[in-house]
């Protein structure tokens, strides 16, 4: 009787034997397994303020466009006769060991797609062993997706993107939240100081924070409740809204959203003042690199700066002792005609040079996108849309599919194109095309 230990399945083949073992009992995938069919079959289940949100991009929705041809204009030159019987996924990132180079992106007001989305995310990610970036404008509170999370897996990794706000005292609640919930690290999002032109919102006069949606961290918040009191006990004098029908469905989905009975938000003053002092507070356009130097004394975390596209930016984020560079455009989603984060990244990185940790989002739609951004300088890449469709296809499982499909693609690209660890990739494993 041999005594060899059989080797483990790589995730790629061990999805793809799952998938096909359960074709032979005539289970098909809930989520389907490539983008273009994945997204149509989101869209089919999402509402159309749903679909705006999440889908919809800024302007003519140019930079989205710019993310997938960037993306496309680099080759993968696969190499042959190479062992890659066994391979590596696994990164270290700020003192954590994680079993692939991929993270959950933050999505905001991510109910209109699942309800507590936050939540479900939470848990998909607890289960792939990988971090949700938890989002300043999540449905859920921080600590009740942290509490979700350890649910599934004891100290699942998490990170917490922080949205400058105003008020001083509350982005220190907000440090101090992060910290307390287990947070590996901070995600300063510096490109959305102000919303971009989303004429997919616009034409629908759809903001989901103003019928009260993703605005849960703030409405948790002891500082943020505090405000509103103030405000509240102020009486400051307002012009009373029109009675519509669009007023009213507002008011009751502020009132359904809030925290506490929703008959009773009904009649309170709470929930409509807390959704009038989010859209007044909640990000600062005046962020400057002071507040960035000043941060360090704010939090013991791994400081991360998101939104980061010039390598002078990149360069002077390093000067100020930044743990992480967060290369994105916000999905295309800010400013319509700006530059691909994949094209962004060659020069960032190149800027960098090993200095800083350096990741990137935007356009990342499969397991060879991931190889390519990896391969052209990204530590670790972070996904947004795909999961943020797989969820509302079937919640949790929809989110951990999605993703799982990702990281199974990207560990048999890894393999059929001749490598056996994505830490070892370089600009050699592509070619620019025209």
Same mark, same amino acid.
């Given at each position: 009787?041999?005594?060899?230990?059989?080797?483990?399945?790589?995730?790629?083949?061990?999805?793809?034997?799952?998938?096909?073992?359960?074709?032979?009992?005539?289970?098909?995938?809930?989520?389907?397994?490539?983008?273009?069919?994945?997204?149509?079959?989101?869209?089919?289940?999402?509402?159309?303020?749903?679909?705006?949100?999440?889908?919809?991009?800024?302007?003519?929705?140019?930079?989205?466009?710019?993310?997938?041809?960037?993306?496309?204009?680099?080759?993968?030159?696969?190499?042959?006769?190479? /062992?890659?019987?066994?391979?590596?996924?696994?990164?270290?990132?700020?003192?954590?060991?994680?079993?692939?180079?991929?993270?959950?992106?933050?999505?905001?007001?991510?109910?209109?797609?699942?309800? /507590?989305?936050?939540?479900?995310?939470?848990?998909?990610?607890?289960?792939?062993?990988?971090?949700?970036?938890?989002?300043?404008?999540?449905?859920?509170?921080?600590?009740?997706?942290?509490?979700?999370?350890?649910?599934?897996?004891?100290?699942?990794?998490?990170?917490?993107?922080?949205?400058?706000?105003? /008020?001083?005292?509350?982005?220190?609640?907000?440090?101090?939240?992060?910290?307390?919930?287990?947070?590996?690290?901070?995600?300063?999002?510096?490109?959305?100081?102000?919303?971009?032109?989303?004429?997919?919102?616009?034409?629908?006069?759809?903001?989901?924070?103003?019928?009260?949606?993703?605005?849960?961290?703030?409405?948790?918040?002891?500082?943020?409740?505090?405000?509103?009191?103030?405000?509240?006990?102020?009486?400051?004098?307002?012009?009373?809204?029109?009675?519509?029908?669009?007023?009213?469905?507002?008011?009751?989905?502020?009132?359904?959203?809030?925290?506490?009975?929703?008959?009773?938000?009904?009649?309170?003053?709470?929930?409509?003042?807390?959704?009038?002092?989010?859209?007044?507070?909640?990000?600062?356009?005046?962020?400057?690199?002071?507040?960035?130097?000043?941060?360090?004394?704010?939090?013991?975390?791994?400081?991360?700066?998101?939104?980061?596209?010039?390598?002078?930016?990149?360069?002077?984020?390093?000067?100020?002792?930044?743990?992480?560079?967060?290369?994105?455009?916000?999905?295309?989603?800010?400013?319509?005609?700006?530059?691909?984060?994949?094209?962004?990244?060659?020069?960032?990185?190149?800027?960098?040079?090993?200095?800083?940790?350096?990741?990137?989002?935007?356009?990342?739609?499969?397991?060879?996108?991931?190889?390519?951004?990896?391969?052209?300088?990204?530590?670790?890449?972070?996904?947004?849309?795909?999961?943020?469709?797989?969820?509302?296809? /079937?919640?949790?499982?929809?989110?951990?599919?999605?993703?799982?499909?990702?990281?199974?693609?990207?560990?048999?690209?890894?393999?059929?194109?001749?490598?056996?660890?994505?830490?070892?990739?370089?600009?050699?494993?592509?070619?620019?095309?025209?």
């Amino acid at each position: 009787m041999s005594d060899v230990t059989p080797p483990v399945p790589s995730p790629g083949r061990a999805r793809q034997n799952q998938i096909y073992t359960d074709g032979v009992f005539g289970r098909k995938p809930k989520v389907p397994t490539n983008f273009e069919a994945l997204e149509r079959a989101a869209r089919r289940k999402m509402s159309a303020k749903a679909w705006a949100y999440v889908a919809g991009g800024a302007g003519d929705g140019g930079t989205m466009r710019s993310n997938r041809t960037a993306l496309e204009r680099w080759a993968i030159v696969p190499r042959m006769l190479r /062992d890659v019987s066994e391979r590596s996924l696994e990164t270290e990132l700020f003192g954590q060991r994680l079993p692939a180079p991929v993270l959950f992106s933050p999505v905001g007001a991510g109910a209109l797609a699942y309800p /507590d989305a936050d939540i479900h995310i939470g848990r998909a990610a607890a289960q792939l062993g990988i971090p949700y970036i938890f989002s300043s404008q999540g449905s859920a509170s921080m600590e009740d997706t942290a509490a979700a999370m350890d649910e599934v897996t004891p100290g699942a990794p998490r990170w917490y993107q922080l949205y400058w706000s105003t /008020d001083e005292d509350l982005v220190d609640s907000f440090l101090q939240r992060a910290e307390k919930s287990g947070a590996a690290a901070i995600v300063v999002t510096l490109d959305t100081t102000m919303l971009g032109w989303r004429p997919q919102d616009l034409n629908l006069g759809s903001l989901p924070f103003a019928q009260g949606l993703g605005i849960n961290q703030y409405t948790s918040d002891e500082r943020f409740i505090s405000i509103v009191r103030d405000r509240i006990a102020a009486a400051l004098p307002r012009e009373k809204p029109a009675i519509t029908v669009g007023a009213v469905k507002s008011l009751i989905s502020m009132a359904r959203h809030a925290p506490g009975s929703a008959v009773r938000n009904l009649v309170s003053p709470v929930p409509r003042e807390s959704v009038q002092t989010f859209l007044e507070i909640y990000s600062r356009p005046s962020l400057n690199w002071t507040d960035i130097a000043g941060l360090r004394d704010r939090t013991s975390l791994p400081i991360v700066l998101k939104g980061i596209l010039h390598p002078d930016d990149a360069l002077q984020a390093v000067d100020h002792g930044v743990d992480g560079i967060l290369v994105s455009n916000h999905g295309g989603r800010q400013v319509d005609g700006a530059i691909s984060s994949i094209d962004a990244l060659v020069d960032v990185a190149k800027a960098v040079d090993g200095r800083s940790k350096v990741l990137l989002d935007s356009g990342i739609r499969g397991g060879a996108d991931v190889f390519k951004a990896l391969a052209l300088g990204a530590d670790a890449v972070c996904v947004g849309r795909p999961h943020m469709y797989g969820l509302a296809l /079937d919640g949790a499982d929809g989110a951990r599919d999605v993703v799982a499909n990702i990281i199974a693609e990207l560990d048999l690209t890894l393999g059929l194109s001749g490598h056996t660890s994505t830490a070892d990739l370089t600009p050699a494993a592509l070619k620019k095309v025209t």
